[in-house]
């Protein structure tokens, strides 16, 4: 069975920084790529980033490029995101997603998704 | 960016309804589209990935169609557990969503 967990989430104030993390079990972590994606209270899903199985290609919104990096562990069957200069408008439950199996390049879907862990940030 | 929008965004319908949600890319996207089902508290669940490929275990009463720049999510016979949110997501380019379709009972 397919498990992601999160963890890492809080109450962090702006411009402060929080790395999320995410354990990966129940499949074989480095043959797919992995993303994290977020939700804001009571808003849509917005894609943050992904990497790929070999941490080779790495992708990012708009809206977090240049604050936010994605890195993996392999060998941990982990995720990771760490998140700088946090703003108000970062606030949302993170979700860590896994890549679906038939991908385009680097563009794929989402078959598994964790619980989400809630970042607030406030002052 | 490829923006994707939902239509409609919200409506209401009854147990043995077939329904149909609506969803339009901003550009030609192949049939690279999943769509997925959100219920509230949950993480969304992925329901049909490549346009029509539905997902392991998902019921046979969910389908989707279209290429290019417009899909449908349909369901023939609307169960309670189907009451939910609904989103497409195009990942022809980079990972878009669709702004929801929220679907309540009447």
New interface residues.
């Given amino acids: 069975e397919v498990q992601l967990v999160e963890s890492g989430g809080g109450l962090v104030q702006p411009g402060r920084s929080l790395r999320l993390s995410c354990a990966a079990s129940g499949f074989t972590f480095d043959d797919y790529a992995m993303?994290w994606?977020r939700q804001a209270p009571g808003k849509?899903?917005?894609?943050v980033s992904?990497i790929s199985w070999n941490s080779g290609s790495i992708?990012y919104?708009?809206s977090v490029k240049g604050r936010f990096t994605i890195s993996r562990d392999n060998a941990k069957n982990s995720l990771y995101l760490q998140m700088n200069s946090l703003r108000a408008e970062d606030t949302a439950l993170y979700?860590c997603a896994k890549g679906?199996t038939?991908?385009?390049g680097d563009?794929?879907?989402?078959?598994?998704?964790?619980?989400?862990t809630l970042v607030t940030v406030s002052s | 960016?490829i923006r994707m929008t939902q239509s409609p965004s919200s409506f209401s319908a009854s147990t043995g309804d077939r329904v149909t949600i609506t969803c339009r890319a901003s550009q030609g996207i192949?049939s690279?589209l999943?769509w997925?089902q959100?219920k509230p508290g949950?993480?969304?669940?992925?329901l049909i990935?490549?346009a029509s490929t539905l997902?392991s275990g998902v019921p046979s009463r969910f389908s989707g169609s279209g290429s290019g720049t417009d899909f449908t999510l349909t369901i023939s016979c609307l169960q309670s557990e189907d009451f939910a949110t609904y989103?497409c997501?195009q990942?022809?380019?980079?990972?878009?969503?669709?702004?929801?379709t929220k679907l309540e009972i009447k």
């Avoid at chain 2, 990942?91 to 929801?100: K, N």
């Fill in positions: 993303h994606v849509g899903l917005e894609w992904g992708g919104a708009d979700y679906g038939e991908s385009y563009y794929v879907y989402f078959d598994y998704w964790g619980q989400g | 960016a192949s690279y999943a997925y959100q949950k993480a969304p669940k992925l990935y490549a997902q989103y997501q990942y022809y380019s980079y990972h878009t969503f669709g702004q929801g």
